[in-house]
């Protein structure tokens, strides 16, 4: 049993899961029995108690309808909060309907350069001739301000960042002599507010022909600082394996900056109308990989696939893990990490004591690593040559009594139609003095 998290908005689910839904399919599950799905509004709170009551009814009806058998949660982006928001406040009910939860492109400690631009210019979740048919960049902004669930998104302030998300702005300062000069300002998370503050005093959205304030709201700030805490405190329960699956090898904002030297901000009102540069690091190109690895959970596996924050959940690499941990393949010798079935075909050992005391062990060792076939030109393969390594150690006994020494030569041969051949050779002698 599958249950897919998807965001909804207006009434219409956000078809992310689609290409995932046939391949699954695919693999013997059938929607409305086997495989359901459940959709949340992204703009509301993770912890949102409608939503929470709505995922725990949803749990209940498939586990009833399932004859009892347990459910397998695949979530994600914001889905991964919404579920471990929940795992907190219903550690109960999470156990009793739900056997694995696997995690997709989860911030787990944030978006932090994401998000900041969200809230000083807003977002756009589609690019090109495409925003014709889609809210505005705009809108969307003066809706997003007054999301808890955006706020949720900034960057965790207790997390260990190995580099301080900063929002930077070069700034035009003039002294009591009128002599003006430029500088780059640098505020971490904590200290970001207070710019947010300023930035949005004047914020405003026309309505019906009167102007509503919509600054920088501290409210939400305080709610979403609490699901903060819930979220460092939650747990899984022993009897649910967890999973994570984080994307890698785009560049992912994560620091921001506004203005340049040559053109510096007077005003911090004017944010909101300037175009954001970003420092970035690797991730999926929204979610900091370091954010989504960091779930603080007792996971079963992590693994890294190279691939954006949405097109992941279309990734072939992504559906054989799926399918993997779903056991719909029973394979038992694929490995998720690095996308490959390690075959043994060969094991030999043999030992033996010679006449002269000494002791000799000799392993032989082949398997077949079988992947995509990474090698476009086969005239190219057959002019390769293995790759050959060999190490060599030895130790001698403290008191000289014993002497051992070991040698292994490991051979890997140039991939021919998806398949690597890998030797091992070793050889250990031990002699008593």
């Known amino acids: 049993m599958v249950v897919l998290f998807s965001q ?32 949340y509004d992204f703009r509301q709170s993770n912890r949102f108690q409608g939503t929470m009551e709505g995922l725990a009814a949803k749990l209940e009806s498939v586990y009833t309808a399932s004859g009892g058998r347990k459910i ?10 919404l579920v471990k928001c929940f795992m907190g406040l219903h550690s109960d009910i999470f156990e009793k309907y739900v056997k694995n939860w696997i995690a997709i492109a989860a911030p787990f400690r944030g978006a932090p350069g994401y998000i900041t631009s969200t ?11 495409k925003q014709n048919f889609f809210i ?54 904590i200290e970001a507010v207070s710019i947010f503050m300023e930035a949005l005093s004047s914020n405003k959205v026309n309505y019906d022909g009167t102007d509503i ?33 984080y994307g890698t090898n785009n560049e992912t904002p994560h620091s921001v900056c506004y ?11 004017q944010l909101p109308a300037l175009m954001a540069k970003y420092i970035n690091v690797d991730g999926d190109g929204t979610v900091p990989m370091e954010s989504a690895k960091a779930d603080g959970l007792q996971a079963e596996a992590r693994v890294g696939v190279p691939g954006d924050h949405r097109g992941i959940l279309c990734d072939r690499h992504v559906f054989r893990i ?18 490959f079935v390690v075959l043994p075909t060969l094991f030999e050992i043999e030992s033996h004591k010679a006449s002269s005391g000494l002791q000799v062990t000799s392993v032989k060792e082949d398997w077949e690593i079988i992947g995509e076939n990474q090698e476009q030109e086969q005239d190219s393969v057959a ?20 002497q051992e020494e070991a040698r292994a030569t490991i051979t890997v041969h140039p991939q021919r139609n998806g398949k690597k051949h890998v030797g091992l050779k070793g050889m250990s002698i031990s002699a008593g003095a």
């Not at 009434?11 to 959709?39: N, P």
């Not at 002599?177 to 300002?185: A, P, R, V």
């Not at 903060?228 to 999973?243: E, Q, W």
């Open 72 to 81: 397998t949660i695949i979530s994600h982006s914001m889905g991964g909060l």
């Open 119 to 129: 809230l000083l210019n807003g977002a756009s979740f589609v690019e090109g001739w």
């Open 136 to 189: 505005s960049k705009w809108s969307m902004h003066q809706m997003l301000i007054e999301c808890p669930s955006i706020y949720e998104l900034m960057a965790c302030l207790d997390f260990p960042w190995e580099h301080i998300p900063l929002l930077e702005i070069w700034r035009k300062m003039s002294d009591s002599d009128g002599n003006s000069t430029t500088m780059l300002e640098s505020y971490p998370p």
């Open 213 to 245: 304030s919509l600054p920088f709201n501290l409210e939400v700030l305080k709610w979403a600082n609490e699901t903060r805490k819930l979220l460092s405190c939650a747990k899984v329960p022993n009897r649910v394996k967890f999973y994570n699956i």
């Open 383 to 402: 002019e390769k040559k293995p790759l050959v390594g060999s190490i060599s150690v030895s130790r001698v006994g403290g008191d000289k009594s014993l």
């Open 8 to 39: 909804v908005i207006g009434g219409d689910c956000v078809h992310y899961f689609h290409d995932m839904i046939v391949e699954m399919l695919k693999w013997g599950y059938q929607e409305g029995t086997t495989l359901f799905g459940f959709g």
């Open 322 to 339: 799926l399918k993997h941990w779903l056991m719909a393949d029973h394979d038992p010798y694929y490995n998720p990490v690095n996308d």
């Open 259 to 269: 203005g340049s030297e040559d053109a510096p901000v007077s005003d911090l009102q």
